[in-house]
Nanobody
Framework: QVQLLESGGGSVEAGGSLTLSCVAS????????MAWFRQAPGKEREGVAGVFSSYYTPAAAFYSDSVKGRFTASRDNAKTTLYLQMDSLKPEDTGMYYCGATKYGAWNTCSQFSGYDYWGQGTQVTVSS
């Protein structure tokens, strides 16, 4: 059974940094993708960043426009942990951050944050101004 466990959330001031981790068990991303999503109070869940992998693509990161240049998604060589390095944080980055995964996604669906089958419980990120 696939389980995803997020950690690393917390409270920081604007301009600060945080690193989130998502450890996957019962699942190895030899193909498909893992990604970070977030949900602010009163808003829908949105995709933030992720990593796609396939036989021909060991690891390719993708980002939403709102975090491009500030966040970095990466995955360890064992392909079981997804990281999100968040720099230059803004108050609008506040929300619950969730890890999602799928075993069989393609680049065009993964990078559009679509088709994720497994979800973690989330970790809270709060950025104060």
């Amino acid at each position: 059974q696939v389980q995803l466990l997020e950690s690393g959330g917390g409270s920081v001031e604007a301009g600060g940094s945080l690193t989130l981790s998502c450890v996957a068990s019962g699942y190895t991303v030899s193909g498909g993708c893992m990604a970070w999503f977030r949900q602010a109070p009163g808003k829908e869940r949105e995709g933030v960043a992720g990593v796609f992998s396939s036989y021909y693509t060991p690891a390719a990161a993708f980002y939403s426009d709102s975090v491009k240049g500030r966040f970095t998604a990466s995955r360890d060589n064992a392909k079981t942990t997804l990281y999100l390095q968040m720099d230059s944080l803004k108050p609008e980055d506040t929300g619950m951050y969730y890890c999602g995964a799928t075993k069989y996604g393609a680049w065009n669906t993964c990078s559009q944050f679509s088709g994720y089958d497994y979800w973690g419980q989330g970790t809270q990120v709060t950025v104060s101004s």
